[in-house]
T-cell receptor, first 117, second 115 residues
């Protein structure tokens, strides 16, 4: 079965420092990976996705993610954190088992990012 | 383009009642997926509709059902509500094409509280 894991419930970082939010995945075929962010009382906002191609994917709000096939990881990064980046971050993989090209995403448990001034 | 809209935003029901939630996707998007978000279980897939047909279903009891209309708007229904159904219900739409992996755009959610 396809799955993603976010090993950290919370990540704390000082404003201006680089941040990393970790994600590992387990899929049977090619992975289609996504990062979303959720602010309080809001839905999820798309940040970036990996389908194929360059291992470094650039996304919204200065975020990027590095796809590493050998380590089955897709960590989210940002060179310089902002207080406004504080939110709940979700890694997700598209579930391709069965019919393929589905609208079903499997989400990790989420990581709360706390950026302190 | 307007985003995904969900109505109502907040809902309070009592055990045993039923509820219907509505989702209007982004114009031109034909695929609508529903998710349940709870603190304990996280984000869980409920079902996906495409061209008025259910394409996928998650591991939820039959009390959870949905449908999609010809204009791609979707509704989900929960019958015989239980306390554990209290959750944020999120709807997402995507532009479905053959191949590729298109991101899903999420609505703000409906916060359902069952008393």
């Amino acid at each position: 079965a396809q799955s993603v894991a976010q090993p950290e419930d919370q990540v704390n970082v000082a404003e201006g420092n680089p941040l990393t939010v970790k994600c590992t995945y387990s899929v049977s075929g090619n992975p289609y990976l996504f990062w979303y962010v959720q602010y309080p009382n809001r839905g999820l906002q798309f940040l970036l996705k990996y389908i194929t191609g360059d291992n470094l994917v650039k996304g919204s709000y200065g975020f990027e993610a590095e796809f590493n096939k050998s380590q089955t990881s897709f960590h989210l990064k940002k060179p310089s954190a902002l207080v406004s980046d504080s939110a709940l971050y979700f890694c997700a993989v598209r579930d391709d088992e069965g019919s393929g090209n589905t609208g079903k995403l499997i989400f990790g448990q989420g990581t709360t990012l706390q950026v302190k001034p | 383009k307007a985003g995904v809209t969900q109505t109502p935003r907040y809902l309070i029901k009592t055990r045993g009642q039923q509820v219907t939630l509505s989702c209007s996707p982004i114009s031109g998007h034909r695929s609508v997926s529903w998710y349940q978000q709870t603190p304990g279980q996280g984000l869980q897939f409920l079902f996906e509709y495409f061209s008025e047909t259910q394409r996928n279903k998650g591991n939820f009891p039959g009390r959870f059902s949905g449908r999609q209309f010809s204009n791609s708007r979707s509704e989900m229904n929960v019958s015989t509500l239980e306390l554990g159904d209290s959750a944020l219900y999120l709807c997402a739409s995507t532009q479905k094409t053959s191949g590729g992996a298109h991101e899903q755009f999420f609505g703000p959610g409906t916060r359902l509280t069952v008393l």
